[in-house]
């Protein structure tokens, strides 16, 4: 196996000199990965791409890029395509010439700039508007011409700041299913910044889901989703129902869980917990069964404190486990009959399909 692109060796960083908003960070990308930095507001993930872009320099550690270390080459020689949000055209130069100029402060002669330029304007659909102006395209528009821009000059790795937060759902889904298009196509190595989970499931090869500047967790999506690897992950990731509960037996990888009211569950160990320590039951909405359907391990009554109406599924809110924010999805295909505030309803889940885990640090 080839060496990674990238890697990220006991990197830290540090703004003020004591606290440190990056904290020993160490991970790899391989050639021609797609992997998403996600998290909150201030996790760390933003400062990270920053470092590997060249913008802020590590307090500690080291970045190496292509078998090279970054901590002394500077932005504009690093070979890195960048997006941000903010799109960054220049107002005054046709849609062209922006992607011209990088080439040619390159030194790359006029004839194979014009070819790159109009190569990476049809990558992106945008092949006709060559000579508009930036302030003449929409934000979709825009958006690929800056993308485009990141890729003209052909680099080993393009990284993303957010690049689709300005536009609208319906574009930014769109432009989501383009993007990874664009990434199989060329086999470029993208690192891509953001804070909307469902962006990231739909796009990576693997996501490393930030919170207080450590990567809890690194894994292909599907894992992330289905096998969170602590309580935060778990909890930030989709919608997932948190029951507050005590190991009160296990058996090698599952165990008991008793709730709050008293009720046991069957789940499986997320994490070591020992018999007695406090943990936390993590359930996606989607496995509770409901109904006629409402078979499994774990099967129990709840009563219904609210219907909330989605179109494609009607979201209850239940009391159950010592909590009144216990959801479940009701499909057109459950088969249940009219349902009401203060019913009381059958539900059941496999423990195959819930975790315990433990819970979050303060």
């Not at 790899?28 to 802020?56: C, D, H, I, N």
């Not at 216990?326 to 975790?355: E, H, Y």
Request: charged share 25%.
């Amino acid at each position: 196996m080839s060496e990674p692109l990238i890697v990220f060796d006991k990197v830290t960083k540090s703004y003020d000199g004591a606290t440190q908003v990056v904290k020993s960070l160490d991970f790899a990308v391989e050639r021609g990965e797609f992997v998403t930095l996600l998290g909150p507001s201030g996790s760390g993930k933003t400062t990270t791409l920053m470092m590997l872009a060249g913008f802020e320099d590590p307090s500690g550690g080291t970045i190496t890029f292509d078998g090279r270390p970054l901590n002394n080459v500077p932005a504009h020689r690093r070979g890195i395509g960048v997006v941000f949000q903010n799109y960054a055209l220049f107002p005054h130069m046709s849609v062209a010439a922006n992607l011209s100029f990088p080439l040619e402060m390159q030194g790359v002669g006029r004839a194979e700039r014009e070819e790159r330029v109009r190569g990476a304007l049809d990558m992106v659909k945008l092949d006709h508007l060559g000579d508009r102006r930036p302030a003449q395209l929409s934000g979709g528009q825009q958006q690929r011409v800056a993308l485009a821009r990141a890729l003209v000059f052909r680099p080993k790795l393009v990284l993303m700041d957010e690049p689709l937060g300005a536009l609208d759902k319906q574009l930014r889904e769109h432009m989501q299913i383009e993007i990874k298009h664009i990434h199989e196509k060329l086999g470029v190595t993208v690192v891509y910044v953001t804070h909307d989970q469902g962006e990231a499931l739909t796009m990576s090869d693997r996501v490393a889901v930030f919170h207080h500047g450590r990567i809890q967790q690194l894994a292909p999506p599907a894992e992330i989703y289905e096998k969170p690897a602590n309580a935060f992950v778990a909890s930030f990731i989709g919608e997932n129902n948190r029951l507050d509960g005590v190991v009160a037996a296990r058996d090698g990888a599952s165990c008991l869980l008793r709730l709050a009211d008293g009720g046991e569950v069957r789940a499986q160990i997320g994490e070591d917990l020992p018999v007695g320590a406090q943990a936390v039951l993590a359930l996606r909405p989607e496995k509770v069964l409901i109904g006629s359907e409402a078979q499994g391990e774990n099967r129990f009554e709840a009563e219904i404190e609210e219907l909330i109406y989605f179109g494609d599924h009607t979201r209850l809110r239940l009391s159950f486990g010592g909590s009144d924010d216990f959801s479940a999805r009701l499909t057109f295909k459950d088969g249940l009959g009219p349902l009401k505030k203060g019913d009381r309803i059958p539900v059941a889940w496999s423990a195959a399909n819930c975790l315990a885990l433990k819970p979050e640090e303060s």
